[in-house]
């Protein structure tokens, strides 16, 4: 026999405490926007991880880019099932403009768009996508032609024809690369925004191996840890096509992308990339070679910021440039 829901007014009171405690803001009040007072991607894993460790279910963290305060998401959380039935959400739905397809990374969320999101005007729709088996029930790809045909489906329910646009956040690069390459194959144009993305896994980013001996138990144990998380993720890649709900998903479905992304062997392309990478980034090295048509773009801030404002306005410049050159290719095939 399942608990009856508790009051609204308790709910409220429980979202906005964890709230407070996460951003570190006693002044928030139950109506204010949670992102125009500081709320991150961070602050929403790990509210979305209270939600969860308090017996309210797994909770979704994109939900924070509609429900923004927290009251609405208390209202949301006593109405909505915890997952959602696709791997993708679309934003801005009542613009008739051809939506913007957004790339998360494997490990991340679709809340890194967020500001993104909030910068274009709202008849332009965009579409998040995350990865299968993320925030939905669908089965978690294992090698980057799956998880780009799983790409390529959500791409195809929201625009099934026209040229296609897409952003790709960090590895999110290496699945929207391959979704090209399917789509071009239907003879549909499609340029790639790449941000800050690799192709493959930079091993000179390596941290360097440190003895044993060298290390204090604290660090030993956290060595042993991290062996133990390598072994659940060696269980999930080769046996397994869910992985478990709940914050540990992330870093698992982290691994399996990792290893996918290591195996993978890309084809040349003759659709059109532009890469916003950062300062002492090596992204765009990673792609050269594969097709003739590539810009590189020195982005503003970091991996972690360079989609965040002010930062992100760049990317609004990238796509006011590359959407309507797109469209003149279409009409004007050479």
Request: include cysteine; hydrophobic fraction near 40%; aromatic fraction near 6%.
């Amino acid at each position: 026999m399942t608990e009856p829901l508790r009051p609204l007014h308790e709910l409220q009171s429980f979202v906005l405490s964890a709230a407070r405690v996460e951003m570190m803001r006693e002044d928030l009040r139950l109506d204010d926007d949670l992102w125009d007072a500081g709320f991150d991607s961070l602050n929403a894993l790990e509210l979305a991880e209270a939600c969860s460790e308090a017996g309210l279910a797994d909770i979704d963290p994109t939900i924070f880019l509609t429900y923004r305060t927290s009251a609405a998401i208390a209202a949301h959380i006593l109405r909505t099932p915890p997952l959602r039935q696709s791997a993708s959400l679309l934003f801005h739905d009542s613009g008739t403009l051809p939506p913007i397809h957004c790339v998360s990374a494997p490990a991340g969320t679709g809340l890194a768009f967020a500001a993104l999101i909030d910068s274009l005007p709202s008849h332009q729709p965009v579409v998040v996508i995350e990865p299968e088996g993320m925030h939905n029930q669908g089965r978690v790809a294992r090698s980057i032609p799956e998880a780009g045909a799983d790409l390529y489906d959500q791409v195809r329910q929201y625009q099934p024809e026209g040229p296609v646009v897409m952003v790709a956040y960090s590895a999110g690069g290496v699945p929207a690369y391959e979704c090209a390459q399917l789509l071009r194959r239907d003879g549909r144009l499609t340029h790639v925004i790449m941000i800050d993305s690799y192709l493959v896994y930079d091993r000179t980013l390596r941290t360097k191996v440190v003895s044993t001996r060298q290390l204090d138990p604290a660090r030993l144990q956290s060595r042993i840890s991290e062996f133990r998380e390598r072994l659940r993720y060696a269980y999930y890649n080769r046996t397994v096509r869910t992985v478990p709900a709940g914050a540990d998903r992330y870093r698992l479905i982290g691994g399996i992308a990792a290893r996918a992304r290591r195996r993978y062997r890309p084809a040349p392309a003759d659709f059109p990339i532009t890469v916003l990478q950062v300062a002492d980034s090596r992204a765009a090295a990673t792609w050269m070679g594969l097709t003739p048509h590539i810009t590189v773009l020195e982005a503003a801030g970091n991996h972690g910021s360079v989609l965040m404002h002010p930062h992100v306005q760049q990317v609004v410049d990238v796509l006011n440039e590359v959407i309507p050159s797109l469209q003149s290719a279409e009409v004007n095939p050479r």
